[in-house]
């Protein structure tokens, strides 16, 4: 019983590492300020959801069709909104996250609203299904790759423009970049990647519905980055960890469950603001290095 | 000629910034462009460089049309600019600094995937030139360095670098030297005189009048939005409507 509670557990922790590590290509690296994340994992969830109980798709192509809806979903949100900066992008895709929810919980012929969908398949390769242990190496398997490609893109001449349009976008568009381009790529390979976490927390719960996919998520995914490190992969892994279990031991002391979601926040909240007096840069966040050297 | 800027025009509501400008540079001359206080000076430069577009007037540019370009299309044209104030990127380092105007070519998503070969190695051979140029203007052993922790000087030739390292035909710099100690001014000007005689181009707004009558070839005075009188130097300097606009004599 401890032990599917610890693989549970684990399981959550690798979906969440692709939701912060793909969170913070976007919002560490290039300074976009999406609040909006969980709609392209809503996006992912109910795509391969979808696809598995109506078209009896295989989770391997749902997985990917999540991931390329959430993509593409994104390319047709940044049109409008990457001319935004700062705050105003953040209220826009605030917004967006509030619209794909809202949509969501009313579009009942699809989604069936906030009856949510039971009975959501789990994956199978060549007959075998994949049960809970298998789960968590498949789960392992997608986050140390994501992880992989995200730090693969940030170390490279790419990854190095998004970082300088975060700096001064201006100076980095008289520099000859095409800054709106690559704004628009990074948020849809952000997408991307929050779409397959997506596909996979619906394949693993076998239960989905709009409750999820609300916009403190998003804010949960924000904090993970800000305490692990803005712009570096380890420190969203190290976020991820944290406040995945951070509000697990609540379970075993001797508190009335009432209580316990209030106590989950209090939490969070302490441990946010903590880390913002005493380590603003996270944990593990991109200069930690750099200012160790007394540089 | 390198740039010619015909009949240029820029209104900001109801002030002439720039008001029927003409100028041209040549190939391989360092001219300065020089003027009072809200002459036009930068906004000429905003104007070649596309961060504002002029109400009327063309430029022209090796053959190319640059009104109405974006900013980073006439970048890639071969025309680069310094800020008057820093811009360099304060969280990467003096060498991501350097790169960033070398790699526009390295810097495709696609490539990542498809190319990841040659961009290592376009990405070494470009290391090692930022790296001349670095050593060019001095400061090589701060390649490693976040360019906010430079300091003033350092980080006024990093930019110079920076500029340097585009390889561009013709550079734009506002005030190279504002701010800047008179040593580190003469090093400036040697740097800069090194470069013109690489074979570069390049055009400099400056206040510091010894800097710019050792420096230039040809000085465009800026008043009001106008060219009222251009020249060698020595010419300049003794020219009746260039002292009046700068210690504020009778205008007609």
Known sequence: ?295 | MVLKVTNLEKDFGGIKAVNNCNFEIKENKITTLIGPNGAGKTTVFNLITGLIKPDKGHIHFRGNHLVGLKPYKIARLGLTRTFQLIRLFPKLTAMENMLLVRSNELERFKDLIFNPKKIRHEENLNKQRCMEFLELVGIPEKHNFLAENLSFGQQKLLEIARALATESPLILLDEPVGGVNPKLRDKIRNILIKIKEQGRTLLIIEHDMNFVMKISDKVIVLDEGTVIAEGPPKKIQNNKKVLDAYLGGNKK
């Open chain 1, 1 to 295: 019983m401890i032990e599917a509670y610890f693989i549970h557990l684990l399981i959550l922790i690798g979906i969440y590492i692709i939701l912060a590590a793909s969170l913070n290509l976007a919002m560490g690296n290039t300074g976009l300020l999406n609040v909006g994340h969980v709609a392209f994992y809503a996006i992912g969830a109910y795509t391969s959801a979808l696809l598995a109980l109506n078209l009896n798709i295989p989770f391997w192509i749902g997985f990917l069709a999540g991931g390329i809806l959430a993509a593409l979903f994104a390319l047709l949100i940044a049109i409008p909104t990457l001319k935004l900066r700062g705050d105003y992008l953040a209220i826009a895709t605030l917004g967006l996250a509030v619209v794909v929810e809202s949509i969501l919980r009313n579009w009942t012929s699809l989604t069936r609203g906030p009856l949510g969908l039971p009975g959501i398949p789990k994956p199978a390769l060549f007959g075998m299904t994949f049960n809970n242990n298998s789960y968590l190496i498949l789960v392992i398997i997608f986050s140390v790759i994501t992880c992989l490609i995200i730090y693969y893109i940030t170390k490279s001449p790419f990854g190095r423009v998004l970082k300088a349009i975060r700096e001064d976008e201006l100076a980095a568009a008289s520099l000859g970049k095409n800054t709106t381009k690559y704004k628009t790529q990074a948020l849809v390979i952000s997408a991307f990647f929050a779409g397959i976490a997506g596909s996979l927390y619906a394949h693993y719960i076998n239960f989905i519905d709009p409750t999820t996919f609300s916009v403190l998520e998003s804010i949960l995914i924000i904090s993970m980055i800000i305490v692990g490190g803005l712009a570096s992969v380890k420190g969203a892994v190290i976020g991820a960890v944290i406040l995945t279990l951070l509000p697990e031991p609540l379970r075993f002391l001797p508190i009335p469950s009432f209580a316990i979601g209030a106590l989950r926040q209090i939490l969070y909240a302490l441990l946010l603001v903590i880390i913002l007096i005493k380590r603003p840069q996270g944990i593990w966040g991109e200069f930690t290095k750099q200012k160790e050297n007394g540089a």
